[in-house]
């Protein structure tokens, strides 16, 4: 019996949906990529990824979601893959060939995305014309009956393609804003005809695409079904909690074999997988599905850690571990669970980069595995590197998160790798950060990770030292590496002031705030610091910046909670403005309308700088994340990442 299996029985045990038989109770849950071709046709990088996910030891791995009608009305990502015609089915045939080689079940999703489809279109479609709240969304226009028939039937015929390709399974996506989330919601639909109305007459079209289905596969072909537990729409008009019930108990009745539940929409002005939302939040909607249903149930979000997914399912709340962004981050989790080995999880920080990318019709990446559209790359490493045919001597100088990463990746390539730092902790910026409030201690799972992969391949740490100019220039060592970060610097009249501190000081309470606070910075940074302080209660905070609007480096999942969580508690915005002056009273600002000041018995500083001072102690010195310039913690990575691989 291997590790995972005697600590997480439940997990780990074989399981069924309908007659389709189960390894485990995990499910690689559907995700786009924009890794396919603009036609719709898969490609090779699509295969790839899809590989890695099939070889990571989940049982069922399902496909990104399928659009299905050739006017691409349904499409809703640039990279999404098609199936509304035959001659896709070789491209999806190659997917379903590389999850069955790892002995995993393979489900190929259909996917329309309504009104936040289109996306190479002038217009969306829906149920009804209702405006769109997020302006990146085109327009929708209201389909008439003969165009919903057409859609009905489309999706009847991705399923028989999906037959046809070799997937042991077909899903249906109906969540977050999708067409079929659409008609059942009373938000979007405003129907009088037989496809609206009350909840039995808004679930028409998903009935009748779930009817249609089971007869075009057989009665035992595996269905499932991606439907919304919660919209999170009570402030526009959504469905009750009781009405999303009865959307699925509906489609229950309609032939489904499984129900993978999920919480919210795009639209929702509510937090729902970001970091702010403790994991297990949500296991409450799963267990009001079990408790109701007589089929599995599944669900994805916030459930990144195996102990919370065991439990759930030992305690009835749960049947199937699904997971999305977690095996983004690492295909292979559910076998590093198996295996005993969950300090090698590269951790998923839900900082949704990945959204953000597929949001701005790029190809997703990720902050913590720079690796991802690259598994079938070997220079890129996701299955290992190589060893060096030349092994240096490498001394990276900062034990940040671009540090570790760059001597993890150096160790394992087999050079002898030391890395020092002045504190007496690993981490850096980084680890100030888990200081913060709504779930940032999460941070530390990256960090504990990058140190354990340092440590597991021989590179030594040097703490509590700090590094001089004459020590760099006097090196032995055939690599130096300067991952010193950044640190909060300004330079104006004052700054020398005793009550001027460093924001990363504030996190790890090295210094006392007094209770009017003066912010300076707009970026990450000093929201985060306000952030903290207003979590912390005793403050009011006034955030001081040059930008017109603080954060134009916050992922967008995050920066409109985080305005309004600052909006919440009165922290007052100053911003389109230079500092002047720091005073005992507080800071002299200039901006639109002449010179004021902003009273503050602290002022913090979170304007970071790269420290540079020992880049340039002698040549041939690399530099790596906020050394060279502040930028995000995904920067840093990818820095280390991309220097490791050359070494």
Not at 18 to 30: D, L
Not at 114 to 120: F, K, L, Q, S, Y
Not at 248 to 277: F, P
Not at 410 to 416: N, S, V
Request: glycine share 10%; aromatic share 6%.
């Amino acid at each position: 019996m291997k590790p995972g299996e005697q600590r997480y029985p439940h997990i780990f045990s074989p399981f069924r949906i309908g007659k389709m038989e189960m390894k485990n109770h995990i499910k690689y849950a559907s995700t786009e990529t924009n890794f396919n071709y603009g036609d719709g046709f898969v490609s090779d990088k699509e295969v790839a990824y899809m590989e890695a996910q099939a070889r990571g030891g989940a049982a069922i791995v399902t496909t990104q979601g399928a659009y299905t009608d050739p006017r691409t009305e349904g499409k809703g990502y640039v990279g999404m893959m098609g199936i509304w015609n035959d001659d896709f089915i070789p491209g999806l045939r190659r997917i379903n060939d590389v999850i069955h080689r790892y002995d995993a079940r393979s489900i190929l999703q259909l996917m329309h995305c309504g009104r936040v489809g289109g996306v190479e279109l002038d217009y969306t479609v829906g149920p009804s014309v209702v405006k769109q709240k997020i302006p990146r969304f085109r327009e929708p226009r209201e389909m008439s009956v003969a165009e919903i028939e057409q859609c009905i039937q489309e999706h009847i015929d991705g399923a028989r393609r999906c037959q046809e390709a070799g997937y042991d399974g077909v899903e249906v996506s109906g969540i977050v804003g999708y067409l079929i989330s659409n008609f059942i919601s009373k938000y979007t639909n405003r129907r009088t005809d037989e496809y609206g109305g009350d909840i039995a007459g808004r679930a028409t079209f998903m009935r009748k695409i779930v009817e249609g289905i089971r007869r075009q596969v057989g009665p035992d072909y595996p269905v499932i079904i991606r439907l919304c537990g919660e919209e999170l729409l009570d402030d526009r008009g959504g469905n009750t909690p009781e009405e999303s019930l009865a959307s699925i108990t509906i489609a229950e009745r309609a032939g489904i074999d499984c129900l993978s539940v999920t919480i919210g929409w795009q639209e929702s002005a509510v937090s729902v997988i970001s970091r702010d939302i403790p994991m297990g939040s949500w296991l409450h909607i799963s267990h009001r599905m079990k408790q109701n249903l007589k089929i599995p149930v599944a669900m994805a979000y916030r459930l990144f850690l195996p102990q919370i997914a065991e439990d759930a399912i030992a305690a009835g709340k749960l049947d199937i571990w699904e997971m999305c962004r977690p095996m983004m981050a690492d295909p292979a989790l559910p076998n590093k669970v198996l295996e005993g080995r969950e300090e090698e999880i590269i951790p998923c920080m839900a900082c949704n980069i990945c959204l953000a990318r597929l949001f701005r019709d790029a190809e997703v990446n990720c902050f913590v595995r720079p690796s991802i559209g690259h598994e079938g790359e070997p220079d890129w490493g996701y299955y290992g590197f190589a060893k060096s045919k030349a092994p240096k001597k490498v001394w990276i100088i900062g034990a940040g998160i671009a540090g570790m990463q760059a001597g993890a990746i150096a160790a394992e390539k087999g050079h002898d790798v030391t890395i020092t730092d002045k504190a007496d902790h690993v981490g850096g910026q980084l680890a100030a950060a888990a200081h913060g409030p709504w779930g940032d201690k999460e941070f530390m799972r990256l960090v504990s990770y990058l140190e354990h992969q340092c440590k597991k391949h021989g590179a030594r740490f040097e703490l509590n030292r700090t590094v001089t100019k004459e020590e760099v220039k006097k090196a032995a060592a055939d690599v130096v590496i300067v991952a010193t970060g950044a640190s909060p610097q300004i330079d104006v009249k004052g700054a020398d002031l005793p009550h001027v501190v460093s924001c990363l000081d504030v996190f790890e309470e090295k210094v006392k705030v007094g209770k009017q606070v003066a912010i300076l910075g707009d970026s990450g940074a000093a929201i985060a610091t306000a952030l903290l302080l207003l979590g912390r209660g005793g403050h009011r905070v006034a955030l001081v910046g040059k930008e017109k609007k603080p954060g134009q480096d916050v992922n967008p999942s995050y920066i409109w909670r985080y305005m309004k969580k600052l909006k919440d508690e009165s922290a007052v915005l100053v911003m389109d403005c230079d500092v002047q002056e720091i005073t005992d009273r507080g800071v002299l600002v200039r901006g639109p309308g002449g010179e004021k000041l902003v009273e503050a018995d602290t002022v913090v500083v979170a304007t970071m700088k790269a420290n540079t001072d020992l880049a340039h102690a002698k040549k041939k010195i690399y530099s790596v994340g906020d050394a060279i310039t502040p930028r995000r913690g995904s920067s840093a990575i990818f820095d280390g990442y991309k220097l490791g691989m050359r070494l």
